[in-house]
């Protein structure tokens, strides 16, 4: 005959799975490309420079982050979300298409550039490159 789980041990059972999935998207949350453009934008309308500064390449004083800043604030401001599109791994390099949807303006794509750095384990945004990315649409 086999064992089986009964009673109050499902439930023990049941609530590790569930501390331990819930374990796995608490820290992945943070991890990838993905998560570097999503903490950059709550990170701008927060205001969090700490947090700007764990997802930059550059200082988060450096005029690319500014006015990249500026540009996520002012298409919040404008009601715009954004939602990920594409992506391009090259190594520690990560192009990601990015979509911003603005009332009234309809739907503007630009791409990020996203990096690991050699001496880090973590993506940054590479503000310099993604601001110039913004400028070719003429923004």
Same mark, same amino acid.
């Given at each position: 005959?086999?064992?089986?789980?009964?009673?109050? %041990? @499902?439930?023990?059972?049941? $609530?590790? =799975?569930?501390?331990?999935?819930?374990?796995?998207?608490?820290?992945? #949350?943070?991890?990838?490309?993905?998560?570097?453009?999503?903490?950059?934008?709550?990170?701008?309308?927060? $205001? %969090?420079?700490?947090?700007? #500064? #764990?997802?930059?390449?550059?200082?988060?004083? %450096?005029? @690319?982050?500014?006015?990249?800043?500026?540009?996520?604030? =002012?298409?919040?401001?404008?009601?715009?979300?954004?939602?990920?599109?594409?992506? $391009?791994?090259?190594?520690?390099?990560?192009?990601?298409?990015? /979509?911003? /949807?603005?009332? /009234? =303006? $309809?739907?503007?794509?630009?791409?990020?550039?996203? #990096?690991?750095?050699?001496?880090?384990?973590?993506?940054?945004?590479?503000?310099? /490159?993604? =601001?110039?990315?913004?400028?070719?649409?003429?923004?």
């Amino acid at each position: 005959m086999k064992p089986s789980i009964r009673g109050a %041990d @499902a439930w023990i059972a049941s $609530g590790l =799975l569930a501390v331990l999935t819930l374990s796995v998207f608490w820290v992945l #949350q943070y991890y990838g490309p993905e998560s570097a453009i999503r903490r950059f934008h709550v990170a701008t309308l927060s $205001g %969090d420079l700490a947090e700007l #500064q #764990q997802v930059t390449s550059e200082d988060v004083g %450096d005029p @690319a982050v500014l006015s990249l800043r500026e540009k996520v604030y =002012l298409i919040a401001k404008a009601g715009g979300t954004f939602e990920l599109g594409r992506m $391009g791994l090259d190594g520690r390099s990560v192009t990601a298409e990015v /979509r911003y /949807r603005i009332p /009234r =303006l $309809g739907i503007l794509v630009t791409v990020w550039l996203v #990096q690991k750095p050699p001496s880090d384990n973590h993506w940054k945004i590479n503000a310099t /490159r993604t =601001l110039a990315n913004f400028r070719a649409l003429g923004l």
